[in-house]
């Protein structure tokens, strides 16, 4: 799903950021995102802020993807990472990176936007190698009809789930759940690929 301007203006924000920084990488951090020189791949990367966050990790690879062709411009226009690419991609169709490829994928909250969440899961435990980790932050589906409530964001109805549903969807592909934190309409996740 394209992002509506408003939601466009609201993701490349100081406050987006902010919230990124201070909130998100930290939990992800407590969840175990700790390793140095792991192969990344970060799903939904925006603008690039969350490849400035992640390269303190100093990754032996990073990449970005993310739908919008305006949003990879403007990471590679920021972001200057000698180790970093930044490619538009359709995320339900990772096909491009092998099986078993990368180390950690990295969500920060972008799967509410998309119908096809659930080939975006599959193709992340497709592309890591085994005992790799996905790290991913989601909102359920009160949060976002509440915020689009009040913000008009117009999220699509097949991409938002349920804690149950998200869960059992982790499970169902062959995700082990090792931690998750959160509260009642935000959860982080660190799951691992058996």
Same mark, same amino acid.
């Given at each position: 799903?394209?992002?509506?301007?408003?939601?466009?203006? /609201? &993701?490349?924000?100081? %406050?987006?950021?902010?919230?990124?920084? $201070?909130?998100?990488?930290? !939990?992800?951090?407590?969840?175990?995102?700790?390793?140095?020189?792991?192969?990344?791949?970060?799903?939904?990367?925006?603008?690039?802020?969350?490849? !400035?966050?992640?390269?303190?990790?100093?990754?032996?690879?990073?990449?970005? !993807?993310?739908?919008?062709?305006? &949003?990879?411009? %403007?990471?590679?226009?920021?972001?200057?990472? /000698? $180790? /970093?690419?930044?490619?538009?991609?359709?995320?339900a169709d990772l096909s491009r990176f092998p099986d078993g490829s990368k180390d950690v994928v990295? #969500?920060?909250?972008?799967?509410?936007?998309?119908? +096809?969440?659930?080939? #975006? #899961? +599959?193709?992340?435990?497709?592309?890591?190698?085994?005992?790799? +980790?996905?790290?991913?932050?989601?909102? $359920?589906?009160? /949060? !976002? +009809?509440?915020?689009?409530? #009040?913000?008009?964001? $117009?999220?699509?109805?097949?991409?938002?789930?349920?804690?149950?549903?998200f869960e059992n969807h982790l499970l169902s592909t062959g995700f082990t759940i090792r931690r998750? &934190?959160?509260?009642?309409?935000?959860?982080?996740?660190?799951?691992?690929?058996?």
């Open positions: 799903m394209r992002l509506t301007e408003q939601e466009f203006r /609201a &993701m490349n924000s100081p %406050l987006r950021w902010f919230i990124q920084r $201070n909130l998100e990488l930290p !939990v992800f951090r407590l969840l175990g995102l700790k390793d140095e020189n792991q192969d990344i791949l970060e799903i939904g990367c925006g603008s690039g802020y969350g490849a !400035v966050l992640l390269a303190s990790l100093k990754p032996k690879s990073y990449v970005g !993807v993310d739908l919008m062709p305006e &949003m990879i411009e %403007l990471a590679r226009q920021r972001v200057k990472l /000698a $180790n /970093a690419e930044f490619l538009a991609v359709d995320a990295v #969500i920060f909250g972008i799967l509410h936007h998309i119908p +096809k969440w659930r080939e #975006i #899961i +599959k193709e992340s435990h497709r592309v890591l190698r085994s005992g790799g +980790k996905l790290f991913v932050e989601e909102p $359920n589906r009160t /949060a !976002v +009809k509440f915020w689009d409530l #009040i913000f008009h964001w $117009n999220h699509p109805e097949e991409g938002l789930f349920t804690w149950r549903e998750r &934190m959160g509260i009642w309409l935000l959860r982080s996740y660190c799951v691992e690929k058996k």
